[in-house]
């Protein structure tokens, strides 16, 4: 499946809506370049899941854990950038059956047998050599395209296709004990 995503404010609400989908156990991994929108989209995912926030790149820290505020799963973000291999993701002793786990850069440190993973690759604008261009800003919000794919896949699909490209629309009220999935 692929989707266009015009701003930083459709990443977002695409993010909110995968963030209502989600349930313990799945994980999401995310593959883009510096700068695609990788911690944009989880932070999105983080206000679907209704988790505590702010949700920041954990590149220091390798893997934060942002706990529910509505009795569901907690987020687990993790930043792969600096592992080497599978077995030191592993050695960060994540909960992958009790959370959602959003991996960025772990293409290649997951075991696809896992039975529900969905793959996010962002793609953003580069130069005719498929090299960015040398006054690319990092920070532009700029449209994007995303690549989807995985066994989670189906429980998107389960929804009509044409609200996926929505424009963004404001984040729950997060002050109500209560939970309701955007509608798709």
Do not use: C
Not at 20 to 33: C, N, Q, Y
Not at 109 to 128: F, K, N, Q, Y
Not at 146 to 155: E, I, N
Request: negative net charge.
């Amino acid at each position: 499946m692929r989707l266009e995503i015009a701003d930083t404010e459709q990443m977002e609400a695409f993010g909110r809506r995968l963030g209502a989908v989600l349930r313990a156990g799945d994980l999401v991994l995310l593959t883009g370049p510096l700068g695609a929108g990788k911690t944009t989209l989880t932070r999105g995912i983080g206000e679907g899941l209704g988790i505590r926030g702010p949700v920041q790149s954990p590149t220091f820290v390798l893997a934060r854990t942002h706990p529910s505020l509505v009795g569901g799963a907690p987020l687990v973000h993790v930043d792969a950038y600096r592992l080497s291999d599978a077995l030191e993701l592993d050695d960060l002793d994540l909960d992958f059956d009790g959370s959602v786990v959003v991996a960025e850069w772990a293409a290649g440190l997951v075991d696809e047998s896992h039975p529900a993973w969905l793959e996010v690759v962002i793609e953003r604008r580069t130069g005719a050599d498929g090299a960015p261009p040398a006054e690319l800003d990092l920070e532009a919000d700029e449209p994007r395209t995303l690549t989807l794919r995985g066994p989670l896949l189906h429980r998107i699909q389960e929804h009509p296709a044409d609200t996926w490209d929505e424009p963004a629309r404001p984040a729950p009220n997060r002050g109500d004990a209560g939970r309701t999935a955007p509608e798709f």
